[in-house]
């Protein structure tokens, strides 16, 4: 009788010890449950070549799916280069261009959200999966926009939006700070920088003046010049007055860039570029920022390709704490990108017709005039 008893707790113990184990949340696919995406991330997080298997809690599940999904967007870039020679003409060959940037700077994000020498918080961390998230949509409103998304699509067929998706969810249990400002700026503005761009005359590090009386005739060249500069401080380029019709790019590894203006009816950068021209969207920027800490003051940023031209940008921004002083914004359609990241904007002139603020940024606008000129139908009217 007293081995039957024996026998019979053994029993219930093994089958509680079983329950237990089956019930807590130390194994990935406990917690995959736990996502807006469960399969995708079951499936990988159980594949043999990974060692998910046995969780720790929350945060180690956060750090295993950040990985996944790192592993994943490599894998989905070099797919992507591998698209080129899948595109059948040069508006679907624009559209890939794009997307390879994209994934680049989706990498890019992913990668400052794992290292731990960044020291990222919950904001920074919900931000920059978010631009990740944001890249891939515009990877895929691009071939939406030349109309080969039934082509193209298929053929990049991935999971890494529904793996990122997945870590914005985990990452977002924490609650995020409410915005503070300090004399009129976010709290993340730091004090130096704040000093710079209220100071009448900042010291220049490069002049631009188009009649030789600086170290540089164009932007661009001065851009390609402070890209050679050693280290990542502020580095301040002066422009005098002038009209410049230059395309310009600031790109992922240019960090703390300022451009100073003499005011934005006085110093004014152009282009034309257009979707009516051939452009993308993402693409037909005149001045194009990505670059983290970027500032601007006392300038213009235009677009001209006109209403007829329809998606035209004058500048597009995917630089993280950037800040638009005293700034114009001048297109029609598509006029500012505010494609991602964390952006402020005080003072400033916006100007445009369709859709002429966009984007999916973290963004605030202080005290900006916000103007709406006459659409395509009436632009003969508005001169």
């Known amino acids: ?28 696919i406990w917690w995959c449950e736990k996502t807006p995406n469960p399969e995708p991330c079951k499936h990988f997080m159980s594949n043999k070549s990974h060692k998910f298997g046995h969780i720790m809690g ?11 999904a790192m592993e994943r967007a490599l894998n989905a870039e070099s797919h992507t280069k591998w698209l080129g020679q899948k595109c059948r003409n040069e508006r679907e060959r624009a559209a890939w261009a794009d997307c390879l940037k ?30 990740a998230l944001t890249n891939l949509e515009t990877c895929r409103a691009g071939f939406v926009e030349v109309n080969a998304s039934d082509y193209m699509l298929p053929l990049m067929n991935n999971n890494v939006t529904k793996l990122i998706s997945n870590t ?38 490069i002049v631009v003046a188009q009649d030789g009386s600086g170290n540089y005739r164009t932007i661009k060249a001065a851009i390609d010049a402070a890209a050679k500069r050693s280290g990542s401080g502020r580095f301040v380029i002066y ?72 998606q035209a940008v004058a500048l597009r921004s995917g630089s993280d704490l950037s800040v638009f002083y005293r700034c114009g914004f001048e297109g ?15 003072e400033c002139y916006i100007y445009g017709t369709v859709d002429f603020i966009f984007g999916n940024a973290a963004v605030v606008f202080q005290n900006c005039m916000i103007y709406g000129r006459r659409p395509m139908t009436c632009w003969e009217f508005y001169k």
Request: glycine share 8%; hydrophobic share 35%; with cysteine.
């Open 239 to 310: 422009i005098k007055r002038g009209v410049y019709r230059e395309n310009i790019e600031i790109g992922n590894k240019m960090k703390n860039i300022m451009l100073v203006g003499d005011g934005m009816k006085y110093t004014i950068i152009t282009g034309s570029r257009s979707v009516g021209g051939g452009s993308t969207t993402f693409n037909s920027a005149t001045v194009i920022v990505t670059g983290s800490g970027f500032i601007a003051r006392g300038i213009t940023f235009r677009n001209t390709a006109g209403p007829q031209n329809h």
């Open 332 to 346: 029609y359609q598509d006029t500012l990108y505010v494609h991602s990241q964390r952006q402020f904007y005080k």
């Open 102 to 131: 994209l994934y680049e700077n989706t990498i890019l994000q992913l990668n400052q959200t794992l290292d731990p020498t960044t020291k990222c918080t919950t904001f920074d961390a919900q931000t920059w999966l978010s631009t």
């Open 58 to 68: 929350k945060s180690d599940f956060r750090k295993a799916a950040l990985e996944l």
């Open 168 to 205: 914005l969810a985990i990452n977002n249990g924490s609650r995020t700070p409410v915005e503070s400002y300090k004399d009129g700026f976010p709290k993340w503005f730091r004090p130096g920088d704040r000093k710079l761009l209220q100071t009448a005359a900042p010291r220049a590090n």
């Open 1 to 28: 009788m007293a081995m039957n008893i024996s026998f019979f707790i053994l029993l219930i113990t093994i089958f509680i010890s079983a329950f237990v184990s089956s019930a807590l949340p130390n194994d990935a």
